[in-house]
């Protein structure tokens, strides 16, 4: 590597917007999320299982899925 052209390479303190903090390696000193792995919902479990069958049937019925075939 050539030297003096490279950033430096820091512990960084993440925020996220929960309130929930860690630290990694990064070139910012700081850096803030909207989103974290302890509340994404992906992540946690507390998806809407309902709103997802929602999306799902909307989809169906937009492009026809949900029809018998006619004869």
Known sequence: MKKGIHPTYMNTKVTCAC????EVRSNKEEIHLEVCDQCHPFYTGKQANAS??????KFNRKYGLNQEKKA
Do not use: V
């Open 52 to 57: 997802r069958r929602g999306n799902i049937e």
């Open 19 to 22: 309130g929930n903090t860690f």
